[in-house]
């Protein structure tokens, strides 16, 4: 799964690409605001991210306070805190020498054999 492929924008598709890309772009986050990207700032930066995620869910839910966006920006905001998690999960990862692709192979993709027709009714391909 390494053989990297150019996505719609020309940009990465794998998620060691990803990761790369997403690396670069905070270093320069660390330089321009100072904040040292140590393990326990990428780890709870992380964290941070996933409550703004939650946030965001619950706006997009209609279960928190109406703030007086509107549909779109919510929506908006939601999609924008989902890409947040994932840089910051890739990061961690990064750190950490996980390789993700590797990982979902041996935790998840194990169960292909189990696949039957119905499971895949509706997934995108």
């Known amino acids: 799964m390494d053989d990297a492929q150019d996505g719609p924008a020309g940009g990465p598709t794998t998620l060691g690409a990803l990761a790369d890309e997403v690396e670069i772009i905070s270093r320069v986050y660390e330089r321009r605001f100072g904040i040292p990207r140590s393990d326990d700032w990428l780890v709870l930066k992380l964290h941070e991210e996933v409550g703004e995620l939650t946030q965001a869910y619950l ?3 209609g279960r928190s306070r109406d703030r007086g966006e509107g549909a779109g ?3 908006a905001a939601f999609r924008a ?11 961690v990862a990064r750190r950490f020498d996980v390789d993700l692709e590797a990982e979902l192979e041996r935790k998840w993709f194990r169960f292909r ?3 039957e027709p119905q499971d895949e009714d509706g997934v995108r391909r």
Not at 81 to 91: G, I, Y
């Open 81 to 91: 805190e989902l890409a947040d998690v994932l840089a910051q999960l890739l990061l």
């Open 73 to 75: 920006a919510v929506d």
């Open 113 to 115: 054999h189990l696949v």
């Open 59 to 61: 706006a997009r839910s």
